[in-house]
């Protein structure tokens, strides 16, 4: 049962929370997520039996949401209506934030409230929001990250605590070699964020597990910074001036090289440039947030 959901505007116009039994709020009803639906692509030769799938894409989800507007509380039930009405609008686009997932859609009309006496009235008025989701996944609410530096533990009982010689908690250490865990179900894209602390020729981040690599043909300069994404329609290669200007670096893109995306499971990631040593003179993070069909 779906108890609480949480609906923002992209616009930045504020966002209203939905929960189940909430007097002093909007009650939520039902919330129906719809199915994603596959579309496949087929041929067949001459005389064959069947079909051959040759691709599969997912189209968009229906989304409806059924809830209560209650008289009482902080507000009326008319302010509370009129609050609703203008949030919504089928020329938006919003994000429905329910536990750890979040999933963007965009109304397909205004709010629709019931008719029947039973259902609109002067303490009472039900609403009905129905929608489309255009890109049909589920994603977790923040991005996972992880940075290419690694620390290792080397405190250990029992010690004298630095008696006999000093005592070394930790240790920080570069590492140009790393696992992402891709929890979800399909493939997903990445930002990458590199600072610069030292020259760096042709910076190269691979997928070792699927073996495609993305570079960026240019010298690196101390103080730079690389912001590179290859999420699907946000793909970007940006660079960031020490002055804080922001230039476009598509035109560097190594032509050999793919959008890497990290495959569900296990993806092991290395850093790579021209001359190897240079890899200490970069300060590397990466981020992605999993793809889920379905939630509960």
Known sequence: MIEEISIESIAGRGSIV???????????????????????QTYRYYNQVGESIVSTSLLSRPLSIEGWVIEGGREGLRQRCDRL??????????SLRYQDK????????SIVYGRAFRENNRQIR?????????????????DKEKTFQDTEKLFRFPTDFGQGQRVVFAASRKAY???????GGFPTGLKLRVRFSGPVQNLRLRNKTSGEFI????????GEQLLLSTLPG?????????????????????WRTSWIQLDPGDNQLALECD??????????????TPLYLEVE
């Open 102 to 109: 979040k999933i963007r859609f965009r109304p397909d009309r």
């Open 85 to 94: 009405n203008a949030f919504f609008s089928p020329a938006e686009d919003y």
């Open 234 to 254: 946000g793909k970007a290669i940006e660079l960031l001036t020490p002055e804080g200007k922001r230039q476009n670096l598509i035109k560097y893109r190594d």
């Open 126 to 142: 039900k609403f009905l929001l129905q929608a489309v989701c255009p890109y049909p996944l589920f994603s977790d609410a923040q």
């Open 18 to 40: 939905m929960k189940t039994k909430d007097a002093d709020g909007y009650w939520l009803g039902t919330v129906d997520w719809g199915q994603a639906q596959g579309q496949n």
């Open 275 to 288: 001359d190897l040593d240079q890899r200490n003179n970069m300060e590397v993070a990466v981020s992605f």
């Open 215 to 222: 570079g960026v043909n240019r010298l690196f300069a101390k």
């Open 177 to 183: 070699q790393m696992n992402l865990t891709n929890a």
